[in-house]
């Protein structure tokens, strides 16, 4: 019900199936919003809001739409600009350095990091994918982090695919920024949480405008 005064059903759907483009992606989304859905139970008690028809049902749409797009949609942040405002929601758990692969360094950011260490050039390779830029040649995990620290040797120059994580810059045309499906990531899972939060909000107020009006 709240999710329908947010987004029509069909453009969600259409959405959703998107997103779960593959059985291994639909797993790490799933397991993510159940992690997320358990935190906004926290938060937003529909106990309070149980007169007006709102259910735990309505909790778990809510979760499931705040994980597949940005608050841009409704005239709210991006999903970049929630991160940046709250850097303070990365543990510092070091999962992205110790899984992600590969790590994707644009042409313009290798000076820069030979500028700091120049042993490293051994260590910088032709990207697989994108030929015209970089990737390290060894990382899962990545061999700049330091396991007992949890931190990044090289973060002072480290490549914007770390900086920008748990987002993940897509598309060629018009890149966009997206939260990257891996589940572990408190970071990424706090982002959805903030969303659900402020989406469900708002749906709130929807509802009541609505039976405002027609009383």
């Given at each position: 019900?709240?999710?329908?005064?947010?987004?029509?059903?069909?453009?969600?759907?259409?959405l959703?199936?998107?997103?779960?483009?593959?059985?291994?992606?639909?797993?790490?989304?799933?397991?993510r919003?159940?992690?997320?859905?358990?935190?906004?139970?926290?938060?937003?008690?529909?106990?309070?809001?149980?007169?007006?028809?709102?259910?735990?049902?309505?909790?778990?749409?809510?979760?499931?739409?705040?994980?597949?797009?940005?608050?841009?949609?409704?005239?709210?942040?991006?999903?970049?600009q929630?991160?940046?405002?709250?850097?303070e929601?990365?543990?510092?758990c070091?999962t992205?350095?110790?899984?992600?692969?590969?790590?994707?360094?644009?042409?313009?950011?290798?000076?820069?990091?030979?500028m700091?260490?120049?042993?490293l050039?051994d260590?910088?390779?032709?990207?697989?994918?994108?030929?015209?830029?970089?990737?390290?040649?060894?990382?899962?995990?990545?061999?700049?982090?330091?396991?007992?620290?949890?931190?990044?040797?090289?973060?002072?120059v480290?490549?914007?695919?770390?900086?920008?994580?748990?987002?993940?810059l897509?598309?060629e045309?018009k890149?966009?920024?997206?939260?990257?499906?891996?589940?572990?990531c408190?970071?990424?899972?706090?982002?959805?949480?903030e969303?659900?939060?402020?989406?469900?909000?708002?749906?709130?107020?929807?509802?009541?405008?609505?039976?405002?009006?027609k009383?």
């Open positions: 019900m709240l999710r329908d005064l947010l987004i029509e059903r069909e453009l969600f759907q259409e959703r199936e998107k997103a779960l483009d593959g059985r291994d992606a639909k797993l790490k989304m799933e397991t919003e159940k992690a997320v859905l358990k935190k906004l139970r926290k938060k937003r008690s529909v106990k309070k809001l149980k007169k007006t028809g709102i259910t735990k049902g309505d909790l778990k749409e809510i979760v499931e739409l705040s994980n597949i797009v940005s608050l841009e949609l409704f005239g709210g942040p991006s999903d970049h929630l991160a940046e405002e709250h850097p929601w990365c543990v510092h070091g992205c350095c110790k899984e992600s692969s590969p790590i994707f360094i644009h042409r313009d950011e290798v000076n820069p990091i030979l700091f260490n120049s042993k050039e260590e910088i390779v032709q990207n697989r994918d994108y030929p015209e830029h970089y990737m390290f040649k060894k990382d899962l995990p990545c061999k700049f982090h330091n396991s007992e620290e949890n931190r990044c040797k090289i973060y002072n480290r490549p914007q695919v770390c900086s920008t994580y748990p987002l993940v897509i598309g045309d890149p966009r920024y997206i939260i990257d499906l891996r589940h572990k408190d970071y990424s899972t706090r982002i959805v949480l969303k659900a939060m402020i989406l469900f909000d708002d749906a709130v107020r929807r509802l009541e405008n609505n039976k405002e009006k009383h």
